[in-house]
Each structure stands twice: as C-alpha cells, then as structure tokens.
C-alpha cells in the first residue's frame, strides 16, 4: 500500500509542470512523509457548481498547474460537446498565488483545443469577468480566484455564454470530461495563440457602471474605503471618479493587492477583526460610510457610525444592505423581478410584495439568483448584490458601492442616514432581524454529523418557539431543487441550516421578526429580537451537538 502511495506520488511528480510544487512533492517524497501524501492523493479535488477551491500545494487533493490543466481540458472538451468549437473562452485571474500561472495555462488549453481563448489584461474584479463574457459574446468563462478564502488557497469559478455561474448538470458533464482526461502530455498547451485583452473591456465595463446611479442624484456622501489586500481598488477609484463621488479615503495598509493578507486573519470582511483598520480610519477622518470589497471585489460590505456622540462604527449586516438596496430601487421606479436565496432574509419579499414586483426565492449562491426571470435585483446575505444583471449576471461589489453611496447621498441631503432608512422600513414591515451561527472546523465529519443528528433528532422547539414546519431540503420543494440543508418555520421565525459549499463550515441563518408600531417602539424591538436570536441560536447548537 506504501510502496502504491509513492509510485502514484512519483509519477505525478514526473508530469507536474510547476517547478515549485515539484520541489515541494520531491521533498516529501525523499523525506518519507507518508502521511502528508497520503492526505494529498486521498482522491481528487471535486470540480461543483462552485468550480474548484482548496489549497495551493501538490498533488490531485491541493490547487496546482496540474489540476488546473486537467480542469481546463475537460471544460474545452464539454464546450466541444456541447457544439461550441471555435467559441471565445474569457479567462480573469486575482492577485493570489499562482492565479496568473493558472489563467495562462487555461489560455493555452482553450487555444490546443481549438477554441479561442483571451486573457484580461491583469488582476481585476470578478465582475468585470462576468461583464466581459456578456460584452464579448464568449461561449464561457473562468475567473481563477478564491475570493475571500484565507491566503493558502485559490479556486477556479467557471461561467458559461449567458455570463452566470454553473449549474447542474453542466457541472457534473465537466466534471466527467475531467475525469476523462489521462496523461497531462495528452493535453496541447501550445506556447501562444491567445489574445491579451487592452483596456477597452475595462473601460466597457467602467461606461457601464454609470447605468446604476439615476441622473442627477446627489453624489455627496464621503467614504472610507478598504480593497482587503485585493484587486478592487483601482477599479472602484475610477468607478466612483466616473460618477462624481468624493475621492475615497484609502485604508492605506489594505489597498494594494498582496496575495499573503498581512493584516487580517481571514480577508472577508464579515470575520471578525477584518474591518479593524477600516474603522480607525473612519474614526480619524469622519466619512458618512465605511465601503470594503472582498479580495476579488464581488462583494460589497458597508459600515455606518452609531447614532450619538459615543456612537461607534459598525458593519451592517448583509440582509441591511439588501433590503436599503431593495427599498431604494423601488423607490427610484425598479421594475422585474426581485430575487434572494433561502438564507437571505424574508424582508426582500415584503418590500417586493408591497411594490407589485415579482420575487423569487431560490438556493443559495449567485449561480442560482442570476437565473431567476426577469431579474432586476438580487442578493444574498453574504454581502453579495446584483444590481444591474444586465450587464453583470452575477453579484458585483463595485456597482453595488455606487448604488448605497448613492442612497446614502440621497439621505445626507434629508438630514437623514442610513440608519434612519432602517428605522423607516422596520415600522413599515416590521423588524426583520437576522443572525448566524457559524461554526469552521478542521473536521468534515463534524458537519456531517451535526446534520444527522439534526436529522435524526429534529428539535420541536427552538428559542422557545414552537417549529411548526420543518424541511429537509435534500428532498427538494415545490420551488426548488434539491440540496443538503434544512429549514424551520416557527412563530415569528426562521431558521435554515447548510454546510457551506465553499469553505469548511456549518452555517445556520437565523431570522426573527417583531412587529413594530412605531418608531418609539423600535428600541424595545430591537432588544426582544436580540434576546430571541440568542435564545434561538443556543438552543440549535445543543440540537445540533455543536
């Protein structure tokens, strides 16, 4: 068995094109470590609907040019399946490790394989990916990036001609023609042949970013703003230049791309700690918000300061944000579809509901909301907000700093915040307030065993609250498809319990809703839903055995 591990070790060593990753397996291999290559050839990274994600290293279970190669084939040769030879293959990278290696060797397998490939010029956002599938006509598209992963690992997100994420079964076809491929040497990666993009499908995308903002809005609000070591800088300093916003204060020790992440523990701004520097420059320069994008800049967080002269700053939850974008767009006239996964607050219905819009509930991820007909807005709780599917099909942290920077611009005129605004839509619709629990573990089976047991033992009272319909999603709804996740009804509210697709993470979205009388009664609100999410989120733990 020993001897098996090290000669399937050394034979993939003797194709591995990386210098790096060779040296790194070599030495593992002359030290003996069984162990850790055991760890890295249990198997074989699973290319999903999230695409690829895992650490960088050697081996078919680690992030490499080999793995890469081999993923890249076999989406060249479902594309050829699927009728589309000679179709353009747009490729985006980050600033991570190796991301331009790995956007290059896809440019060479795209163009071996007959099909036509080109690169954007250098790191840039997720979005101006996603635009540039739809501006280019191309038949797919790949972004090589974790996102806000921590700084060991880098992933690989493929979209196909309609500018939208992969969905079953287009994973699964890919994933077979992955499996298919043999030797790397079957695969032709000739030396040239594909195309740099120029400037011109930034500045594209750029011209398309001045359709979020109204004509004549206001665009006064003064920000701080924090690119979280990634690569949306540049890009939001021009967008924002574009629209006339005040220049940005730069969180100065963020604001370049480092693919290390020096200075947080995880480079996603709802972990704790990530918005520390961000905050200390609001508290110096007294902005009207606090905007940071993830490190690939498809997300958007916001921060506001407390009401009060001790009034301090904080983040916004995502579902705040989704619904102040939400209230604004109808505000502004918005017609189509509205559209939220099933961890993103019951809020986004309601807001739809009273405007006569359509709203769709869909499963988590944007490859799911892009989908939805006729979409006009979408979001997800995870600081992820579509605001122009027209031109990106896809969640985009740059169009959706303009539009809040907008709104807030708005009520800077009034006197008002977007504090304010919140307090407005509780007493309308109530208050919706919204909570996790999230628990990352260095474990998979703890996920899974906490789902069984939550299977096996399902609790009839959570908080207090009686569950008057429990779900087991895996069997999948009238309205939507199956997958791994369970949801609660109670009185009042809402629970929905999922590990995560992209990290190692059990996730429960908690919900309650209070109703509200008046703007009097909102502290008295708030304090009853804080007590009740409490109550809700230690009584799932003990259910859950986590």
């Known amino acids: 068995m020993q001897d098996e591990l090290i000669a399937r070790a050394e034979a993939w060593l003797a194709e591995d094109p990386d210098a790096d990753t060779r040296a790194e397996l070599a030495a593992l291999i002359d030290a003996g470590d069984v162990t850790e290559i055991a760890e890295r050839f249990s198997g074989t990274l699973q290319f999903g609907t999230a695409g690829l994600r895992g650490e960088l290293g050697a081996g078919p279970m680690r992030m490499n040019r080999s793995v890469v190669i081999r993923a890249a084939a076999g989406l060249a040769a479902y594309l050829k399946a699927a009728g589309q030879a000679g179709g353009l293959v747009v490729v985006g990278y980050d600033a991570r490790h190796k991301s331009a290696d790995f956007a290059r060797d896809t440019a060479a397998v795209m163009t071996g394989a007959g099909l036509r490939a080109a690169v954007l010029p250098r790191p840039l956002p997720t979005p101006v990916l996603a635009f540039a599938i739809r501006h280019l006509g191309a038949v797919a598209g790949v972004e090589v990036t974790a996102s806000h992963n921590p700084p060991r690992d880098n992933g690989y997100k493929v979209y196909l001609g309609d500018g939208s994420q992969i969905v079953p079964p287009a994973d699964a076809e890919i994933a077979a023609e992955i499996d298919a491929v043999r030797a790397l040497a079957d695969v032709p990666r000739p030396e040239s042949g594909w195309e740099t993009l120029g400037e011109d499908v930034l500045d594209a995308y750029l011209a398309r970013t001045d359709a979020v903002l109204a004509k004549g809005s206001p665009r006064t609000a003064r920000t701080v703003y924090t690119a979280m070591h990634g690569v949306g800088k540049d890009v939001l300093l021009a967008a924002f230049d574009r629209a006339g916003f005040p220049a940005p204060v730069l969180v100065a020790e963020q604001a370049e791309p480092d693919p290390d992440f020096p200075t947080v523990a995880f480079p996603n701004p709802e972990e704790p700690g990530a918005m520390d520097l961000a905050f200390a420059k609001a508290r110096e320069t007294g902005p009207d918000l606090i905007v940071a994008n993830d490190p690939d800049a498809d997300r958007c967080a916001v921060a506001v300061k407390e009401r009060g002269e001790a009034g301090d700053w904080r983040m916004l939850r995502g579902d705040e944000v989704g619904a102040l974008l939400g209230e604004h767009l109808v505000r502004r006239g918005a017609r189509g579809t509205f559209a939220e996964s099933i961890v993103s607050s019951s809020l986004l219905g309601r807001i739809a509901e009273k405007a006569g819009l359509p ?3 869909t499963l988590t991820g944007f490859k799911w909301i892009a989908r939805a007909d006729g979409l006009r807005y979408g979001y997800e709780e995870a600081l992820g907000y579509c605001v122009d599917p027209d031109g990106v099909r896809d969640k985009d942290g740059i169009t959706a700093a303009l539009l809040i920077t907008e709104l807030a611009s708005e009520l800077k005129e009034q006197g008002r915040t977007l504090l304010d605004l ?21 474990d998979l089976t703890v996920i899974a065993d906490a789902m069984l047991r939550l299977r096996e033992r399902p609790p009839t009272r959570l908080g207090g609250l009686a569950i008057t319909n429990a779900e087991d999603l895996t069997k999948g709804t009238d309205t939507l498809p199956p997958t791994d ?7 009042g509210a809402r629970v929905v319990v999922r590990p995560s697709g992209t990290e190692p993470k059990l996730k429960c979205y908690l919900e309650v809703v209070v109703p509200v009388g008046s703007r009097d009664g909102l502290p008295e609100a708030h304090a009853e839903a804080t007590a009740l999410l409490a109550a809700i989120k230690r009584d799932l733990s003990a259910a859950a055995g986590i």
């Open 359 to 361: 709203y769709v509930e």
């Open 485 to 491: 996740g369970l949801r609660y009804t109670l009185d």
């Open 422 to 442: 919140l307090d407005d839509i509780a007493v309308e619709y109530g208050l919706h307030a919204t909570d996790q629990l999230s628990v990352r573990v260095e």
